[in-house]
């Protein structure tokens, strides 16, 4: 198996263009999440899905901030406008159960300029 | 409520030394327990994980864990520490069937730094 694909591995963007970040689960996993990254925080869950339903947004810091997740085997996290503070690295994980381990995507280092 | 505190965001240890990476959690219900690794500019990658079997795990790399519900602990342990061994480890923690269902938290990390 490929593991979790991501794309793109590096996204750099001015201050106020959409971003949209990439992921495909590895075939089979009914969760997937989206977590982000930085010095500051360390690692923040933003979003999860169940059988492409969101379960929990909580995470999610504002309204810029979106995902979906259209099939099982595609999730986009979109950030309209982007601002200099989400620069991060972003990671996608997917899972095949709730007791199973989470794999992780080898991310996607956003820096917004 | 969930959450992990791992004590010591950097340790350093020598080469062949034991390595003892602290982690405590706090859980309203029964949890399930994993240690991370990460390497630079990579993502996180499973060690090693509890999920109310034997409370000693073992796991890749020669690291193991010990479940201790008494001290809500899960310290991650390796005998002989290996240069290759210099990352980042994370401890997380899901309830076992609980409300966050499928949810992590995670740790701060604690950066390893192996020496020769």
Redesign the interface.
């Known amino acids: 198996d490929a593991g979790v694909i991501q794309s793109p591995r590096h996204e750099v963007t001015e201050m106020g263009q959409e971003v949209t970040l990439r992921c495909k689960p590895i075939s089979g996993h009914d969760y997937l999440f989206w977590y982000r990254q930085t010095m500051m925080r360390g690692l923040e869950l933003l979003i999860y899905f169940n059988n492409n339903v969101p379960i929990d947004d909580s995470g999610m810091p504002e309204d810029r901030f979106s995902a979906k997740m259209p099939n099982a085997s595609f999730s986009t996290l979109k950030i309209q406008p982007s601002e200099p503070r989400d620069s991060a690295v972003y990671f996608c994980a997917s899972s095949g159960g709730s007791e199973d381990e989470q794999y992780f995507g080898p991310g996607t280092r956003l820096t917004v300029t | 409520a969930q959450s992990v505190t791992q004590l010591g965001s950097h340790v350093s240890v020598s080469e062949g030394a034991l390595v003892l990476l602290r982690c405590n959690y706090s859980s309203s219900v029964p949890p399930?327990l994993?240690w991370?690794v990460q390497y630079p500019n990579?993502?996180?990658?499973?060690l090693l994980?509890y999920?109310s079997a034997a409370t000693l795990v073992k796991g890749i790399n020669g690291f193991e864990a010990e479940f201790k519900k008494s001290e809500t602990s899960f310290h991650l342990t390796k005998p002989s520490a290996h240069m290759s061994d210099a990352a980042e480890y994370?401890c997380a923690v899901?309830d076992?069937?609980g409300t966050?269902?499928?949810?992590?938290?995670?740790?701060?990390?604690t950066i390893l730094t192996v020496h020769p």
């Open positions: 399930y994993f991370y990579q993502g996180l990658q499973l994980k999920t994370f899901t076992a069937g966050s269902y499928g949810k992590l938290t995670f740790g701060q990390g």
